[in-house]
């Protein structure tokens, strides 16, 4: 389709797609009063609900890191969609038909996102076909002498790539599919002569978003180096629907059982995954051809919130030899970012949960995670491997590179027991060890709270004022009998700018027209939070605020004006002096007015 998406077709999507219903797809809500809904922001990490979502309006805004903005915001910011794309997915799942505007230049077909998931779909029933041919019979042995049987093999829709050129390309042709669809798919790739499959001779597994939707594939090559001379495993490439440190393999299967169990284990393959779950851990999960990175423990994080906080555990699996060492240190960075407790299963001969499972069958799957070490105490001691603690240099300078790990533990609850077994681990006195542990904290950096200061009076009343302009436009009248410099707070003076460019007051026009993020964000906060009065917002209320905003504003004025009239004379300025006293007497009137009405109606 060419051209762009209809002004009205937009405006349906966005109103008739549930602000609620689609962030509960992602974000566990609960009710927050008010007619607001909470939850843990999926934009970044934090411990306690700051994400506020108020269905009647439409509106979302975080009061941790101030994202904010419609259905169509939310979807655009944390899929990393485009506004084009984001629009077509919303109404795909409210099953409305959208329209395009023609235009005189062609600016080529868009492809939606549902073309692209039917394509990758098409691609995986082809590739799950082709296993069951007499030419698949090396990848089913592969399979088999790893432990994984037919019914294996099809739980996890497992497939072959033909050693063909264009057997996937010819298939998905004949079922329609455009060569621009297929390629940006990743599915083909341009040979010399053509488009050509991107994935040979190798064995195939589907990866899925957290809907189901196969968004890409990863393929392991079963013939020799010699032959194939591509890497052992290849994933699919960047596509508008595949971002891989988005996707995490097997989670489709494991969310509703992560969340149940309060469990998510990491496994490094897909294999790993299989064995995994065949053996009774199905809440095991992988990354696709990437480290375990900040967007993956989004995702998690938000399968194990429960209402306020996180509860549960996550345990990685690392091989037992340096690189898996080098893996939960790295960890160790992340795990910072998570509430769960967070632990370590290691296997001491080096062996991954498959071959685990081919050497000593489910059980000892079972067993290796249920033997899991706290992640702390791991990183401590790989650290500690390091150095010969027989000699008292050895000591010491293990001391010194683990004691600013121990600092770095943000539970401080957790930091004096670390210390006593440190202090075991290393044969030293309690004491040695937490006065190095203090020295090594008096050295981190406090970051300072950057945010408006709300305890400002001044302040609170200008935020009033705004959030009835913006939540009950219908109710301020009074808005445009504010003074010029009623609001003294420079972000807030920009909004009211904002507002009063407009010919017609709309918050999506006033979000549209702002083109500072700051300024956006204020409006979505301020759409959210809620008016600070009991029960109802009445009129007496509204008139009260705005009254009161009106004689501080006049207050400062009056305090410019009598600076002024103190620095003329009456004498050689007559005609100025007597007209700026008429102006100050006409303030000092208007100013008794306003305290009147906000005394009389508060």
Same mark, same amino acid.
């Given at each position: 389709?060419?051209?762009?998406?209809?002004?009205?077709?937009?405006?349906?999507?966005?109103?008739?797609?549930?602000?609620?219903?689609?962030?509960?797809? &992602?974000?566990?809500?609960?009710?927050?009063?008010?007619?607001?809904?909470?939850?843990?922001?999926?934009?970044?990490?934090?411990?306690?609900?700051?994400?506020?979502?108020?269905?009647?309006?439409?509106?979302?805004? @975080?009061? !941790? @890191?101030?994202?904010? !903005?419609?259905?169509?915001?939310?979807?655009?910011?944390?899929?990393?969609?485009?506004?084009? #794309?984001?629009?077509?997915?919303?109404?795909?799942?409210?099953?409305?038909?959208?329209?395009?505007?023609?235009?005189?230049?062609?600016? !080529?077909?868009?492809?939606?996102?549902?073309?692209?998931?039917?394509?990758?779909?098409?691609?995986?029933?082809?590739?799950? #076909?082709?296993?069951?041919?007499?030419?698949?019979?090396?990848?089913?042995?592969?399979?088999?002498?790893?432990?994984?049987?037919?019914?294996?093999?099809?739980?996890?829709?497992?497939?072959?790539?033909?050693?063909?050129?264009?057997?996937? &390309?010819?298939?998905?042709?004949?079922?329609?599919?455009?060569? #621009?669809?297929?390629?940006?798919?990743?599915?083909?790739?341009?040979?010399?002569?053509?488009?050509?499959?991107?994935?040979?001779?190798?064995?195939?597994?589907?990866?899925?978003?957290?809907?189901?939707?196969?968004?890409?594939?990863?393929?392991?090559?079963?013939?020799?180096?010699?032959?194939?001379?591509?890497?052992? &495993?290849?994933?699919?490439?960047?596509?508008?629907?595949?971002?891989?440190?988005?996707?995490?393999?097997?989670?489709?299967?494991?969310?509703?059982?992560?969340?149940?169990?309060?469990?998510?284990?990491?496994?490094?393959?897909?294999?790993?995954?299989?064995?995994?779950?065949?053996?009774?851990?199905?809440?095991?999960?992988?990354? @696709?051809?990437?480290?375990?990175?900040?967007?993956?423990?989004?995702?998690?994080?938000?399968?194990?919130?429960?209402?306020?906080?996180?509860?549960?555990?996550?345990?990685?699996?690392?091989?037992?030899?340096?690189?898996?060492?080098?893996?939960?240190?790295?960890?160790?960075?992340?795990?910072?970012?998570?509430?769960?407790?967070?632990?370590?299963?290691?296997?001491?001969?080096?062996?991954?949960? @498959?071959?685990?499972?081919?050497?000593?069958?489910?059980?000892?799957?079972?067993?290796?995670?249920?033997?899991?070490?706290?992640?702390?105490?791991?990183?401590?001691?790989?650290?500690?491997?390091?150095?010969?603690?027989?000699?008292?240099?050895?000591?010491?300078?293990?001391?010194?590179?683990?004691?600013?790990?121990?600092?770095?533990?943000?539970?401080?609850?957790?930091?004096?027991?670390?210390?006593?077994?440190?202090?075991?681990?290393?044969?030293?006195?309690?004491?040695?060890?937490?006065?190095?542990?203090?020295?090594?904290?008096?050295?981190?950096?406090?970051?300072?709270?950057?945010?408006?200061?709300?305890?400002?009076?001044?302040?609170?009343?200008?935020?009033?004022?705004?959030?009835?302009?913006?939540?009950?436009?219908?109710?301020?009248?009074?808005?445009?009998?504010?003074?010029?410099?009623?609001?003294?707070?420079?972000? &807030?003076?920009?909004?009211?700018?904002?507002?009063?460019?407009?010919?017609?007051?709309?918050?999506?026009?006033?979000?549209?027209?702002?083109?500072?993020?700051?300024?956006?964000?204020?409006?979505?906060?301020?759409?959210?939070?809620?008016?600070?009065?009991?029960?109802?917002?009445?009129?007496?209320?509204?008139?009260?605020?705005?009254?009161?905003?009106? #004689?501080?504003?006049?207050?400062?004025?009056?305090?410019?004006?009598?600076?002024?009239?103190?620095?003329?004379?009456?004498?050689?300025?007559?005609?100025?002096?007597?007209?700026?006293?008429?102006?100050?007497?006409?303030?000092?009137?208007?100013?008794?007015?306003?305290?009147?009405?906000?005394?009389?109606?508060?």
């Amino acid at each position: 389709m060419a051209g762009r998406i209809k002004a009205e077709d937009v405006t349906y999507v966005r109103d008739h797609s549930a602000l609620d219903d689609v962030v509960s797809d &992602y974000v566990q809500l609960k009710n927050a009063g008010g007619g607001q809904k909470k939850g843990l922001c999926p934009f970044h990490d934090e411990k306690s609900p700051s994400f506020h979502v108020t269905p009647s309006k439409g509106f979302f805004h @975080c009061f !941790g @890191c101030q994202a904010g !903005g419609d259905v169509i915001a939310f979807i655009m910011k944390l899929e990393h969609l485009t506004f084009t #794309e984001t629009v077509e997915r919303l109404a795909e799942r409210i099953g409305y038909t959208l329209k395009y505007e023609s235009s005189g230049v062609s600016i !080529g077909p868009s492809i939606n996102r549902s073309r692209l998931v039917a394509a990758n779909t098409a691609a995986s029933i082809f590739y799950q #076909e082709q296993l069951q041919l007499p030419a698949a019979q090396h990848g089913r042995d592969f399979l088999t002498k790893r432990g994984f049987d037919r019914d294996a093999a099809k739980n996890f829709n497992v497939g072959y790539a033909p050693d063909e050129w264009d057997g996937l &390309y010819k298939n998905l042709k004949g079922k329609g599919f455009t060569d #621009e669809e297929l390629n940006l798919a990743g599915l083909v790739k341009e040979g010399s002569k053509g488009m050509i499959d991107r994935y040979r001779n190798r064995l195939i597994w589907p990866v899925k978003d957290i809907s189901g939707d196969v968004v890409g594939f990863g393929a392991r090559k079963l013939a020799s180096d010699e032959v194939d001379t591509g890497p052992k &495993y290849l994933n699919s490439p960047e596509t508008p629907v595949y971002k891989k440190n988005q996707i995490l393999y097997g989670l489709d299967m494991a969310k509703k059982e992560i969340a149940k169990n309060r469990q998510v284990v990491i496994v490094e393959g897909y294999t790993d995954v299989m064995a995994a779950h065949l053996s009774g851990v199905i809440t095991a999960v992988a990354t @696709c051809g990437t480290a375990f990175g900040d967007e993956h423990i989004r995702i998690i994080r938000r399968l194990l919130m429960d209402a306020d906080a996180f509860r549960g555990e996550v345990i990685f699996t690392f091989d037992g030899d340096a690189a898996g060492q080098k893996a939960a240190l790295r960890a160790f960075e992340d795990d910072q970012k998570f509430v769960a407790q967070t632990f370590v299963a290691v296997e001491p001969n080096g062996m991954d949960p @498959c071959e685990l499972r081919q050497a000593h069958g489910d059980d000892a799957v079972r067993n290796l995670v249920a033997r899991r070490v706290p992640l702390f105490e791991f990183a401590i001691k790989s650290v500690i491997a390091n150095y010969d603690i027989t000699a008292a240099e050895g000591r010491v300078n293990a001391l010194n590179q683990v004691a600013p790990l121990i600092g770095k533990i943000r539970d401080a609850s957790l930091r004096p027991e670390y210390v006593r077994l440190l202090a075991g681990w290393l044969g030293m006195e309690v004491d040695i060890v937490s006065k190095a542990v203090k020295v090594s904290g008096k050295s981190e950096q406090i970051q300072s709270d950057k945010r408006i200061n709300l305890t400002d009076p001044v302040l609170i009343l200008e935020r009033e004022v705004l959030k009835v302009k913006l939540q009950l436009p219908e109710l301020a009248h009074s808005w445009v009998d504010l003074e010029p410099a009623a609001f003294s707070f420079a972000l &807030y003076a920009d909004l009211r700018k904002l507002i009063d460019g407009q010919t017609e007051f709309n918050i999506q026009q006033l979000l549209e027209t702002s083109d500072r993020d700051e300024l956006k964000s204020l409006i979505t906060e301020l759409i959210v939070e809620p008016i600070r009065t009991d029960g109802e917002v009445s009129d007496r209320y509204i008139i009260s605020i705005f009254a009161r905003l009106r #004689e501080v504003a006049l207050s400062r004025s009056i305090a410019e004006i009598k600076s002024t009239l103190q620095r003329l004379s009456p004498v050689e300025n007559d005609a100025q002096y007597q007209e700026i006293f008429g102006q100050l007497v006409g303030m000092e009137a208007a100013r008794r007015v306003q305290k009147e009405l906000a005394l009389g109606e508060s």
